[in-house]
T-cell receptor, first 111, second 117 residues
Framework: KAGVTQTPRYLIKTRGQQVTLSCSPI?????VSWYQQTPGQGLQFLFE???????NKGNFPGRFSGRQFSNSRSEMNVSTLELGDSALYLC??????????FGSGTRLTVV | KNQVEQSPQSLIILEGKNCTLQ??????????LRWYKQDTGRGPVSLTI?????NTKSNGRYTATLDADTKQSSLHITASQLSDSASYIC????????????????FGQGTILTVHP
């Protein structure tokens, strides 16, 4: 079966711009979680969506937001980009809390 | 302080040798502990998943152990291959009142393994 698909794979943006990342979960998975990975901080939880509702949120500023559609696809938006937002953004889909399958990520570079 | 600490930070071994990676955690309570392998620039791939009541889980040349009393886990890699070169991440799924982490996983910083021919 198809895995978790994230688009685009690479993105270069300028400070102050906004960006939208997309994540298509494994078919049948209704939970989608987003994570930021940087060399200094490692992997950090952003938020989780289930059936179009945000169930959990990490400690990130309001510039980071997300949403989930009725087909479980999710998008993450970052507004007013800062240099420190440069990171690998990963999403994971899960059927239960027992297993999280990650996508290949979107590499965002802010210049 | 990170609730999941991994050691060593990096490790270099020769192809064919065995190695053991360590994970100490303070997350409590938790529902399961996972080990993931992450190649550079790619997403993590699950190697093993253990509930808090399991002691060991194997996946081919990868064997994970869990000691809930000492709050330690280890990942043993047997007969290493060049393709094992990657970052290995220990991930704990804490439980809340709802009995699930709702995605809020706690990650270790990872051990970077390099296998030389």
């Amino acid at each position: 079966k198809a895995g978790v698909t994230q688009t685009p794979r690479y993105l270069i943006k300028t400070r102050g711009q906004q960006v939208t990342l997309s994540c298509s979960p494994i078919s049948g998975h209704r939970s989608v979680s987003w994570y930021q990975q940087t060399p200094g901080q490692g992997l950090q939880f952003l938020f989780e969506y289930f059936s179009e509702t945000q169930r959990n949120k990490g400690n990130f500023p309001g510039r980071f937001s997300g949403r989930q559609f009725s087909n479980s696809r999710s998008e993450m938006n970052v507004s007013t980009l800062e240099l420190g937002d440069s990171a690998l953004y990963l999403c994971a889909s899960s059927l239960t809390d027992y297993g999280y399958t990650f996508g290949s990520g979107t590499r965002l570079t802010v210049v | 302080k990170n609730q999941v600490e991994q050691s060593p930070q990096s490790l270099i071994i020769l192809e064919g040798k065995n190695c053991t990676l360590q994970c100490n955690y303070t997350v409590s309570p938790f529902s399961n502990l996972r080990w993931y392998k992450q190649d550079t620039g790619r997403g993590p791939v699950s190697l093993t998943i253990m509930t808090f009541s399991e002691n060991t889980k194997s996946n081919g040349r990868y064997t994970a152990t869990l000691d809930a009393d000492t709050k330690q886990s280890s990942l043993h890699i047997t007969a290493s291959q060049l393709s094992d070169s990657a970052s290995y991440i220990c991930v704990v799924s804490p439980t809340n009142a709802g009995g699930t982490s709702y995605g809020k996983l706690t990650f270790g910083q990872g051990t970077i393994l390099t296998v030389h021919p």
